[in-house]
């Protein structure tokens, strides 16, 4: 039995021989010598035949091997202080394990359709690469935040029989004798309930909408955690976020700093996120941009370039709170100073990426919130249970929920969110 070893682990084993598998990144050929970069998943390295020093079968093997296919491939590490890695194999054999011909993604610029339709094969790409690794971090800092918080991590259903954010944006499907279930919009009214038992929750899964909008910023299908914290208002929700942003981009900064350099990103701009971050109220909000030649009315939802208006020369993620009733979801609660509006928030991150969490205190008052169920028209008779939160031990409590797309696609500083996830979901796009 062959051991093979990972491409990561070669520094350490500098003059000995030893076994790789992997797939062709890429290779050339001078006629007497051959350059061949394998990819393993934990790194990349050249190997370099000679074809004076090696079996004439072995250079013959070389010559039909294509873009990407697998390989296994034996020699010995060389300390190479010009290699990215700092090693190269000197290699002696190399064996055809899975033929690749005609790979259809070559090196050179293709459009983003073609790239979409060939997913399955763009994500062995560098960037693709190193996009998945800052994703996989900022999850990892999620669920440590929030273990290290006291938080426990309470799984909410996909099908629902509640509307949980909107109507306008729901999958349907039939759900057996009982009607129409809805695929998540969130998971937030559940983790109300369990706030109530555990004090410190969350939800973290698939959420659904059914955004008919084509822009960069939205997809069907995308991930969010849920956290919600009993006894929190709104203020406490926004400390709460701004801590746990804080910790996300430090840790994508300490363990993903080499990802984001090959993704060219700005790693300053990162950097700077750092408490206090910006606070504004609607209200002040729309002065601003009706004094900076916005046509926005009080009472209207923030569009993606009021966003980046307000935004605009910020080195820190800017907080919007306390918006118009009418345009957020039924379950925010009234203010008390300002009735027209509610105790809620969005956060707004820098350099155009817009908003990237939407958090609110939630209504405690069982009779506001079933009036403002009926005045949304929403199905009274799927609500009864939320509402028997208001009337069991009614509490304040607070919560958010962080898009990871839109986080990872801020990190990575890329400008679309169909590469921040593996198989985006978007409108015009279910396969692969
Ligand atoms: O609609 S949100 O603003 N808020 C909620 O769903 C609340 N129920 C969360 C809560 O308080 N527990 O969505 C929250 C975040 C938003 O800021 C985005 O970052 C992300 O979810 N989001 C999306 N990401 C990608 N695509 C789409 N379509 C999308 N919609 C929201």
Redo the contacts with the bound molecule.
């Keep these: 039995m062959i051991e093979y070893r990972s491409i990561e682990d070669l520094p350490e084993l500098a003059g000995e021989t030893v076994a790789l598998r992997g797939w062709i990144r890429r290779f050339r050929s001078s006629g007497k010598i051959s350059f061949l970069v394998l990819r393993d998943g934990t790194g990349e390295v050249q190997c370099v035949f000679v074809k004076n020093e090696i079996e004439e079968e072995v250079w013959e093997t070389l010559d039909s091997l294509g873009h990407e296919a697998a390989v296994s491939v034996t020699g010995v590490v060389r300390v190479d202080e010009r290699a990215p890695s700092g090693v190269e194999l000197t290699a002696t054999g190399v064996q055809l394990l899975g033929a690749s011909e005609d790979f259809p993604i070559q090196p050179k610029e293709h459009g983003t359709d073609f790239l979409l339709e060939n997913r399955h094969l763009w994500l062995r790409s560098s960037r693709q690469i190193a996009i998945m690794r800052v994703r996989d971090e900022v999850i990892r800092a999620i669920k440590d935040f929030l273990h290290h918080e006291g938080f426990t991590l309470v799984d909410t259903p996909i099908l629902t029989g509640a509307i ?2 909107s109507a306008g ?1 729901l999958f349907e499907t039939e759900y057996f004798d009982l009607g129409t279930a809805y695929l998540a ?5 559940y ?1 109300e309930a369990a706030a109530a038992a555990l004090g410190k929750v969350y939800c973290f899964g698939p ?1 659904f ?1 059914a ?1 008919k ?1 084509k822009t960069r ?6 991930w ?1 955690v ?3 914290v009993a006894w929190n208002d709104s203020d406490d929700n926004m400390a709460l976020q701004e801590r746990f942003v804080c910790y996300i981009v430090k840790r994508v900064l300490y363990n993903r700093r080499e990802d984001l350099e090959a993704l060219d990103r700005d790693i300053s701009k990162l950097e700077a996120i750092k408490p206090p971050f910006d606070r504004m109220s609607y209200t002040e909000a729309v002065e601003f941009l009706q004094a900076n030649g916005a046509e926005i009315e009080w009472g209207s939802d923030l569009g993606a370039p009021d966003e980046a208006k307000l935004v605009e020369g910020r080195d820190v993620p800017l907080f919007v709170y306390d918006y118009p009733k009418g345009a957020k ?1 039924f ?1 925010m609660k009234e203010n008390p100073e300002d009735p027209r509006t509610v105790k809620c928030n ?2 707004l991150a820098p350099e155009g990426y817009g ?6 205190q939630r209504e405690d008052d069982h009779d506001r919130l079933l009036e403002r169920i009926r005045e949304e028209g929403l199905p009274e008779e799927s609500y009864g249970w939320y509402l028997d939160l208001r009337k069991y031990g009614t509490f304040v409590h ?10 990872v696609t801020w990190m990575c500083g890329i400008d679309h ?1 169909r590469e921040s996830i593996a198989f985006p979901r978007m409108m015009q796009r279910l396969t692969p």
């Design positions: 949980g954010e944006t919009q969130t998971g937030q009214l983790v959420t909408r955004e909008s910023r939205h997809l069907t299908e995308f969010m849920e956290p919600e979801a379950y969005d956060m908003e990237v969490i939407g958090g609110s607070s919560g958010f929920g962080l898009g990871v797309e839109r986080t969110l």
